[in-house]
């Protein structure tokens, strides 16, 4: 159905099971994006065949963005974020923030589920209100550079892209950085988080190889290194990996958000800020609503179900519904089971290579056992 991006179904085994989205863009939030995309690539026509290097040459020479920086684009952002993180701020965390966009190269709705997402990561955080404005505001821009990588590269899954499609995909960062420096101080934090979106705290990111921290307070000597990411960078790189771990992509289907949680308690401390990733993962239970799962000890050994019913302080013992026996066939009728109460019962998550991963954590003690 054109226009349909997510669908819902409603039968027996779901029934008053609600697994709502983030915002999808409600709002002004979006005509705004759309508005800022055209007129991005308006002015950047003349350059998207260029080279990396003369196309950076030719932005810095020309700037062709000021026109837009001094707009009314400049002055409407902020209130329209500002509208955009209080609709945010009501979602429930219980399906662990799923964003909602198609799948394909969706950039307009992958720019509004990180904003969406780093929305949730700033009021987490408690950043005063002006801050969070400014950092989502980055959030919604951190991918304007995708303007100069051609379609076709970028609708392709990341393991089928040539080498130099995969530095052309990459110089994206340095690009977008570029097209947003008009913009110039207050709003100099666009350009900064376009620019390290995809660095990462152990230097291994582009496109400049800096590296990060694992704090959130940050001393006066820490804000002065220009040579270390900021962390509104820092933030946006968490809420843009988590975002295209749970959303369809070329090629990719997408994963649920407690599968997300293990890839990103892995990434914490490594590639990712490990105080702002265990931060984000507290706001949200091990298994949310929705989460798909199997039984592997208990009277329903191999039964198949998903998380119906969640309790205030006790997210790790929910209630689990299951349809489906141990051969995978139909139940006539649902069986509820309450882990909080049956202790013999005990589930891994469905997505078979990511429980295991969980198996083997859980065995190391560095994940707590869902039961």
Not at 63 to 82: K, Q
Not at 199 to 219: C, Q
Not at 260 to 278: C, K, S
């Amino acid at each position: 159905v054109r226009g349909v991006t997510s669908c819902y179904i409603h039968d027996r085994w779901s029934e008053h099971l609600a697994v709502r989205p983030l915002d999808g863009g409600r709002g002004t939030v979006r005509p705004l994006l759309r508005d800022f995309e055209r007129k991005i690539a308006m002015v950047t026509a003349p350059l998207v065949n260029l080279s990396t290097r003369r196309a950076l040459l030719t932005l810095r020479e020309t700037r062709p963005t000021l026109p837009i920086a001094r707009s009314r684009f400049r002055e409407d952002l902020p209130a329209v974020v500002r509208a955009f993180i209080a609709m945010c701020e009501e979602a429930s965390p219980e399906g662990g923030f799923l964003v909602d966009r198609g799948a394909g190269a969706d950039e307009a709705g992958h720019a509004i589920g990180v904003a969406a997402i780093t929305a949730r990561l700033t009021g987490i955080l408690g950043l005063p209100a002006q801050e969070q404005t400014m950092i989502v505001s980055a959030a919604l821009l951190h991918d304007v550079g995708l303007i100069f990588v051609p379609a076709a590269v970028r609708a392709k899954p990341h393991s089928q892209r040539s080498i130099p499609e995969r530095i052309r995909f990459e110089d994206h960062a340095i690009l977008g950085e570029a097209l947003l420096e008009p913009f110039g101080t207050p709003s100099l934090h666009l350009s900064i988080v376009a620019g390290e979106h995809h660095e990462r705290v152990d230097g291994s990111g582009y496109p400049r190889g800096r590296a990060g921290g694992h704090r959130l307070l940050r001393t006066a000597e820490d804000k002065r290194d220009v040579e270390r990411m900021t962390l509104a960078s820092e933030i946006v790189a968490v809420a843009d990996v988590y975002e295209r771990l749970i959303a369809p992509g070329p090629g990719y289907e997408g994963r649920s958000p407690a599968a997300a949680r293990a890839v990103m308690e892995e990434a914490a401390g490594r590639t990712l800020n490990r105080d702002i990733v265990h931060r984000f993962l507290e706001s949200f239970p091990v298994l949310p609503a929705g989460t798909e799962v199997i039984v592997d000890h208990g009277p329903y050994e191999g039964m198949r179900g998903l998380v119906s019913v969640l309790r205030p302080g006790g997210e790790d013992d929910p209630v689990v519904r299951l349809f489906l026996d141990a051969d995978g066939r139909q139940l006539d009728e649902a069986i509820e089971v309450d882990l909080a109460r049956d202790r013999t019962t005990g589930v891994v998550l469905a997505e078979t290579a990511v429980a295991e991963f969980v198996r083997r954590r859980r065995s190391s003690g560095r994940v707590p056992a869902a039961r």
